[in-house]
């Protein structure tokens, strides 16, 4: 099988990031988006934004590393996980045709696994972890993202908050991992929502880079890359800026405003015509 395979982003940032809390210790965070395109694949930007009519998202978590889910307390009528589903609705939207997006809300429609017993992770044992609990596979119409998460931390880079791996030699649809002791950090911050929404914003992250964002697969309509992170969006706003800080996550309201794209990446998402 002919592929290309492609290095997004190896570590996005991985040390001496502030909390910007300002006596707070700091937090080390981190994104990371490998990308194998295999031409043939149904998994990649031009088929997801053509033939494909419908988009799930598979959830898994070991014991111990389980997501938030119910509502948040600052907004108590909106589901921690409508944020994500809310973002790839409007990924999705305005294309002259309708993209039914189904995502889990409630940790029964999601799958546990036994604890793995690790501190640490490589990329292999995580895409044997996701090929042992993934249930559905894509195809062109149908497009199933998979989201698992564990406990520890990415071996190459302990500081890394979640990895996205796309369409690695067959494995399927992009998965995202998730470090849940990472995303956990966010726990001291005077918001009780605060970490909740880091999570969401983190999920929602990563998934754009499986979408393709930034110039991952969805051309650029704009000059808005951060080339100095790799696909990232250089609009400090946007949800698909390199850092996650403390001020971001407290200034984001899921109640009032779920999107977490800025308006670069949308106009990139809209004007992407396969």
């Not at 990371?32 to 934004?49: E, K, N």
């Not at 880091?198 to 704009?222: C, D, F, K, R, W």
């Not at 992170?229 to 946007?238: A, D, K, R």
Request: proline share 4%; hydrophobic share 40%; glycine share 6%.
């Amino acid at each position: 099988m002919f592929f290309r395979a492609i290095l997004l982003l190896l570590i996005l940032f991985c040390s001496n990031c502030e909390n910007q809390k300002g006596e707070s210790s700091p937090l080390i965070q981190g994104f990371l988006a490998l990308d194998y395109l295999i031409l043939t694949d149904p998994d990649r930007s031009s088929v997801y934004f053509s033939s494909v009519r419908s988009a799930s998202v598979e959830i898994a978590y070991e014991n111990g590393a389980e997501p938030f889910t119910g509502n948040f307390a600052t907004a108590p009528t909106t589901s921690i996980w409508s944020v994500t589903e809310s973002n790839l609705v409007n990924a999705f939207a305005d294309r002259g045709y309708t993209v039914d997006v189904n995502v889990p809300q409630d940790l029964s429609s999601m799958e546990e696994f036994p604890d793995q017993g690790r501190s640490t992770w490589s990329i292999n044992q995580l895409l044997a972890l996701a090929s042992k609990y993934k249930e559905q596979s894509s195809n062109f119409q149908s497009t199933k993202f998979q989201v698992v998460f564990v406990k520890g931390s990415l071996a190459e880079n302990s500081g890394v908050i979640a990895v996205t791996v796309s369409g690695a030699f067959g494995i399927g649809a992009p998965v995202v991992f998730v470090f849940k002791e990472i995303i956990n950090h966010f726990q001291d911050s005077i918001s009780p929502d605060h970490v909740k929404k880091a999570e969401q914003m983190t999920v929602t992250h990563e998934l754009g880079h499986a979408l393709g964002l930034v110039n991952a697969g969805i051309p650029l309509s704009s000059d808005h890359q951060d080339t100095a992170h790799g696909s990232h969006c250089s609009n400090t706003t946007c949800g698909m800026y390199w850092a996650l800080g403390d001020d971001r996550v407290n200034s984001f309201s899921p109640g009032t405003n779920p999107l977490i794209f800025g308006s670069e990446c949308i106009a990139d998402i809209r004007n992407y015509t396969p």
